[in-house]
């Protein structure tokens, strides 16, 4: 699809080897990015973007599954056990009143455990964001974690990536708002679906996908409809600086985010498969 933009847009060039589309100012990203969820509304598909500062090979694998070789047993156990821990934690309270149970699984993702959804945004620009970022992850659960802003003078030539993810025929499911059903794909939207006392999800545009089917290791590169890559120097240039672009405003802490609070003082201590429950830094 942007293979033809980037024969017309200023600022956009098509990349045949690497089969994605270089930016070099702003307007052209916000135009590509438009351009797409333009063409794919008319299909009956939404489109959304996830930030990264590498494309791992065209892999979109889910956190719970990235263990190398994992095999249909591996995501079968892993499956129950992610399962037994969200029941256990839904039992402690762990999730605030009025939490259905349907969401409680992406909101642990969303605050750092290994499920079986990957994180999108519906904003370009926080994508962009991520794409800019470094996680620094620590610990013996990983629960120990950084955002990083990355650093051109040790990234000569770096580049961030956006790549664009799309959903064909999204529909409301089970009168859950901000829970779509699509053709293969579940698609949820944690600013609609969770209780607003959830902060984080609001400060991110927390939007989340999971495969339907459960096969290999789950990739979903299957949805991947197109990939964009700017200079990181230009990125970080038009990200610029200020409070609401700090990791702090996109992580807010336990002391504003009551819902990350009760998450920390109440879900069970996690796994080193699992992950746990992020703490933060500054």
Partial sequence: MLEKIGERVDGAEWKDKEALLHVSNPHALTQVAGYVKYVSARNNRS????????????????????????????ITSLGKKLDDYINEAHGKNAFL????????????????????????????????????????????????????????????????????????????????????????????????????????????????????????????SHLVVDRIRINLCDALAWLGVGELLSAHTFFPPPTYDSGYRTLLEKAPAGSKELGSVWIVGA
């Fill in 47 to 74: 489109i959304y973007y996830r930030g990264q500062n590498d494309l791992h090979h065209g892999k979109m694998v889910p956190p719970l599954y990235r263990l190398p070789s994992i095999g249909q047993n591996g």
């Fill in 97 to 220: 009143r009025g939490t259905p149970y349907e969401v409680c699984e992406p909101l642990l993702q969303h605050y750092g455990m290994k499920t079986r959804w990957i994180d999108i945004v519906d904003n370009v620009w926080v994508s962009l964001w991520f794409a800019c970022y470094n996680i620094r992850i620590n610990g013996h659960m990983a629960q120990y974690v950084n955002y990083e802003r990355r650093n051109t003078c040790r990234e000569s030539g770096g580049f961030a990536y956006i790549v664009l993810m799309g959903i064909e025929n999204p529909n409301p499911h089970n009168n859950l708002p901000g829970y779509f059903k699509g053709d293969d794909a579940w698609l949820i939207d944690l600013r609609l679906a969770a209780p607003s006392v959830f902060i984080r999800p609001h400060a991110q545009y927390g939007l989340l996908l999971k495969r339907k089917t459960i096969c290999n290791d789950c990739d979903m």
